[in-house]
């Protein structure tokens, strides 16, 4: 399993991106999309996910769908045009950021 | 292998009893944990639905679902004050500029027309306990309506439940009896400062305790969308 702490900081960053890709996606679905992304690498905990995505929400970058599937109600969740926006800023900062550590870390590797 | 309707109505018993109070958060929780459930069936059918639900459960940590219920408050607050600030510009239509000026304008010369002395202090005092007083009844008029409701929303909880504004009401109050001064209190720009605030604050009274309670309902319906579902 990858170092988590490593991850933490982006979680907000990869949820805004897989819905960015997929359209809609409820909590469980997240949890293991990424685990799928990841090859099991990355495993979102329950307790890091439900807060993020409220958080996002009220940041008003997630906007909150129910619907009614097999014997319960499910919430998903998409991108408000302002998480759209949003996303396309903080894939950006992120790609910064792996530049930066990478420069740091081993100074002949670049990317595109 | 899907779970029953009975087993539906468990995990809704089971988030009730490890503290999820509000149905906006039982019914994310509930789906959750119906959706791991159903997962650890297709890998192993022979688990049974408490020992599949107690597996679910732990991945949330030792706290249970204590921070994601944490973590609610703190979004959902933030979304209240987000709708504070909201009503708050609303408000500046010219006639209610006209009409708070007005009140701004009443007060000020209240303040300078009061003799110098204790009688200031006492009356300003005087305002502020009566905004608490009015926001306690009012708190209580609210908190009666939610009582005996079928289900709890966490938002409508933040919009009804007006205990912090009482104190925010105290805080002038005590500074008044604290520091501020006679002295103070008859300095011209200290009371137009202080009509400021008294009718600011009346503002804040009006709009959180009548203004945002009165149109619960439609911003209940706005942030949830299962509120017209349920």
């Known amino acids: 399993m990858g170092n988590s702490k490593l991850y933490k900081g982006s979680l907000n960053t990869i949820i805004l991106k897989l819905l960015d890709e ?3 996606m409820y909590g469980y679905e997240i949890t293991q999309k990424v685990k799928e992304l990841s090859k099991g690498e990355l495993n979102i905990t329950e307790g890091a996910l439900y807060p993020a995505l409220h958080k996002l929400e009220a940041e ?3 906007d909150v769908e129910v619907a009614k ?3 319960r109600l499910r919430k998903y969740y998409k991108l408000t045009k302002q998480g759209e926006k949003e996303t396309v800023n903080r894939l950006a900062e992120l790609e910064d950021f792996i530049r930066s550590m990478q420069q740091l870390v081993n100074p002949d590797w670049s990317i595109q | 292998m899907k779970l029953t309707q009975n087993q539906i109505e468990e995990l809704f018993k089971f988030t ?3 503290y999820v109070e509000y149905y906006d958060l039982q019914l994310e929780l509930v789906d959750h944990l119906a959706n791991g459930i159903e997962k650890q069936w297709e890998e192993n059918p022979g688990l049974t639905f408490e020992e599949a639900k ?3 459960f732990k991945k949330f940590g030792v706290f249970g679902f204590q921070d994601v219920i944490n973590e609610r408050r703190k979004a959902m607050s933030k979304k209240y004050r987000g709708i504070i600030w909201g009503h708050f510009k609303e408000w500046w239509s010219l006639p209610r500029i006209i009409a708070t000026l007005t009140f701004v304008m009443v007060i000020f010369t209240m303040l300078k ?3 110098p002395g204790e009688l200031k202090k006492g009356i300003v005092s005087g305002i502020f306990i009566g905004f608490s007083l009015v926001m306690l009844f009012r708190t209580f008029q609210l908190k009666k309506r939610m009582e005996g409701a079928w289900r709890k929303w966490m938002l409508q909880e933040i ?3 007006q205990g912090l504004l009482v104190n925010l009401f105290t805080i002038p109050m005590n500074l008044l009896n604290l520091t501020w001064t006679n002295d103070f209190m008859d300095n011209l720009y200290f009371q137009l400062a202080l009509s400021l605030l008294i009718v600011s604050m009346g503002l804040l009274l009006k709009i959180c305790g009548y ?4 149109k619960a309902d439609e911003i209940l319906a706005e942030t949830y969308s299962e509120y017209k579902i349920s």
């Open chain 2, 113 to 115: 027309m009061l003799p």
């Open chain 1, 60 to 62: 008003g970058l997630l």
């Open chain 1, 69 to 71: 599937v097999d014997n």
């Open chain 2, 159 to 161: 919009i009804y439940n």
């Open chain 2, 54 to 56: 107690n597996r679910e």
């Open chain 2, 16 to 18: 009730r009893a490890h």
């Open chain 2, 211 to 214: 203004v945002i309670p009165s």
């Open chain 1, 22 to 24: 997929e359209g809609k």
